[in-house]
């Protein structure tokens, strides 16, 4: 059944009630709505599904009653369609959850229960079943475990001991699994917050978003809470959370955080499949409502400030404490949605959720050297310079005590943020609540932040072993805000090679200055290589455009420079290195982008006998010096 209502309705299957929304569990036939529906959410369609089972032979009769907010009510709507499947149509996804290096969960949901199953493999056209469940039902959960980390697979999805799965797409249906813990590989995230309000403001944001950089492949999605407006119902899901992402949410894996729009709890936990038992790095904290995982060299976060008790001492407190003290990852970052600062369309001076997670929880996380932290709630983008130690009201901020930098952050304005991974080293806190919605309320003056825009937008976080990129991209793909951290006790280690088919890795290595003018040339060191040919393959500049390669890899495409193919003198497995000097590739002649704060994207390669590429590692970045 689908329907659209204004303002709430009551359907009847055969005298008994078949659906209900918008109206209290008890409502009779005189009662007014719950709440009223106006704007976008006129449009939204409220589903509901069942079984055949409900329908008798012969004459079905169905009601429905449309009940108003209130007596004096302006408009009312009403329409509404009952469709039969004679097969499990997929109604909602496929959807990638909990992913970890070596597993993946595919969520689906299907018209009429089935036994549902995944396949696996190299291509559409080569898919084996692989994972299956055992009882039928509409709501499917399979997970696929033994997967390779780094590797991407394509997937379908149908039902079990089928030929073929039903669902299968060339371009949507992808599994790409992350790196292995601890690896300094090339990650990047886009960071939606305040996104579920749907209609074109959601839209513009999506789609600048994608024009921005489309041949980059996301590496991994964060919601940062009020996903789904005005209640967080499963039809508001649908609408403007499944359908408006459905192509990004299949091929991946995305990460929630509860706002405090999401306020049917059972349906936000039933949606998403989350981490509680420590599958993805970090201590089990039991709950869906918060939990943690790794990516690469990052340990990520997720509390939950609405549902959970943000006390000293309280549950999510204590699993904290354990979960921080027990990674040691280069990065932690956290999220939640109540942020600790901001004076926009909601003020963390006054509002209950904002104050207490700001003086309860960052002392914690400062204390285990948090990095980065993400919020939403409020309608605006608002963020902080380098900051530690601030947990009293705007009024009580002290530049000079609180403020470790409160510069731009910028490699070409003050400089990007200097940190270490120890205890207080600072952390720049961004509110993005802006991914659907913004406000006018608010004067946005924080003393905290040092930047603040009062325009649509999301934010794309990129981390690349010891530095962290975040950039604000508003709704008409704008740049509006950037700015980068830096380890500064970073060993220089950029990234893991491919491990190839013998079991040797190359480890990379930089040293040097990355700058166009300095004496010390910048080099590229690989370590722990076989006896076969290796080089160097230099793509382009921050303004060129990504293109995909072999086995799911990145680079750049145009211009290309490749140095001449070299021995790595090893004499048994591993044990060899080579070294190349990264200027000279560019310098001779002198390339017209070699220029300061323009980054640099480069692979290391090997091959072994023969003409082709056989092994790449993930794209490495260097932004140059002046």
């Not at 049917?264 to 918060?290: D, H, I, K």
């Not at 490699?411 to 659907?436: F, M, R």
């Not at 090679?497 to 200055?513: E, F, M, P, R």
């Amino acid at each position: 059944l689908r329907m659209i209502r204004d303002d709430g309705a009551s359907v009847y299957l055969n005298g008994s009630l078949f659906a209900r929304h918008n109206l209290d569990v008890n409502a009779g036939f005189s009662a007014f709505a719950t709440s009223t529906v106006s704007g976008s959410s006129e449009d939204y369609e409220y589903k509901r599904f069942a079984g055949a089972d409900l329908l008798v032979a012969g004459e079905n009769v169905l009601a429905v009653e449309i009940h108003q907010r209130n007596a004096t009510s302006s408009d009312i709507s009403f329409d509404l369609a009952l469709t039969g499947y004679d097969e499990p149509e997929v109604l909602r996804g496929p959807y990638l959850q909990n992913q970890r290096h070596d597993a993946t969960v595919v969520r689906w949901l299907s018209a009429t229960p089935s036994l549902g199953a995944v396949w696996i493999g190299d291509s559409p056209q080569t898919l084996v079943q692989v994972a299956a469940e055992a009882i039928a039902v509409r709501a499917h959960e399979v997970e696929v475990f033994g997967l390779l980390p780094g590797t991407r697979y394509f997937y379908g999805i149908g039902e079990s001991g089928a030929s073929s799965p039903r669902a299968v797409s060339a371009t949507e249906f992808v599994i790409t699994t992350p790196p292995v813990p601890g690896a300094r590989e090339p990650f990047r995230a886009w960071v939606l917050g305040d996104s579920g309000l749907r209609g074109s403001d959601q839209y513009d944001v999506r789609d600048a978003y994608l024009a921005h950089e489309p041949g980059r492949p996301t590496d991994m999605l964060m919601f940062l809470g009020d996903n789904a407006y005005v209640d967080g119902y499963a039809f508001e899901f649908q609408a403007a959370f499944f359908e408006t992402y459905r192509a990004q949410l299949s091929g991946i894996p995305s990460w929630s955080t509860r706002g405090n729009h999401e306020r049917q709890a059972n349906v936000y936990t039933n949606l998403f499949t989350l981490p509680t038992a420590g599958e993805g790095g970090g201590v089990p904290s039991g709950t869906e409502a918060y939990y943690s995982f790794d990516r690469a060299n990052v340990h990520f976060v997720c509390l939950d400030s609405f549902g959970s008790s943000r006390a000293i001492g309280g549950a999510m407190y204590s699993w904290l404490e354990a979960d921080l003290s027990s990674t040691n990852q280069d990065w932690i970052i956290a999220f939640w949605h109540h942020p600790p600062y901001t004076k926009g369309s909601h003020d963390s001076d006054t509002e209950t959720e904002l104050v207490e997670m700001r003086e309860n929880f960052l002392p914690l996380l400062e204390d285990h050297g948090v990095s980065l932290v993400f919020g939403g709630h409020s309608h605006a983008y608002e963020r902080s310079g380098l900051i530690d130690g601030h947990y009293g009201t705007s009024t009580t901020w002290d530049p000079l005590t609180h403020g470790l930098d409160t510069g731009d952050g910028r490699v070409l304005g003050s400089g990007v943020y200097e940190k270490t991974q120890t205890p207080h080293s600072g952390a720049v806190y961004v509110v993005a609540g802006s991914s659907s919605r913004v406000s006018s309320s608010g004067a946005l003056d924080h003393p905290a932040m040092v930047h603040v825009e009062r325009e649509l937008g999301s934010v794309i976080l990129d981390v690349a072993g010891g530095r962290i990129d975040v950039t604000f991209l508003d709704d008409a793909g704008a740049t509006r805000d950037w700015f980068s951290i830096v380890d500064t006790d970073w060993d220089g280690r950029l990234c893991t090679g491919t491990v190839d088919a013998q079991g040797c890795s190359a480890v990379l290595a930089a040293a040097g200055t990355p700058s166009v003018s300095s004496t010390s040339p910048f080099t590229v060191t690989a370590s722990q290589l076989r006896t076969q040919s290796f080089g160097l393959c230099v793509y382009s500049f921050g303004g060129g455009s990504f293109a995909a390669i072999p086995n799911g890899r990145l680079c750049l495409a145009q211009p290309l420079r490749r140095t001449a193919p070299g021995f790595s003198g090893g004499t048994s497995p591993c044990t060899g290195s080579l070294q190349f000097d990264f200027q000279a590739i560019w310098n001779s002649p002198q390339h017209p982008g070699l220029v300061a704060g323009e980054s640099i994207y480069c692979q290391f390669w090997h091959r072994d006998t023969g003409p082709s590429m056989s092994t790449l590692t993930e794209a490495l970045t260097f932004t140059l010096l002046p």
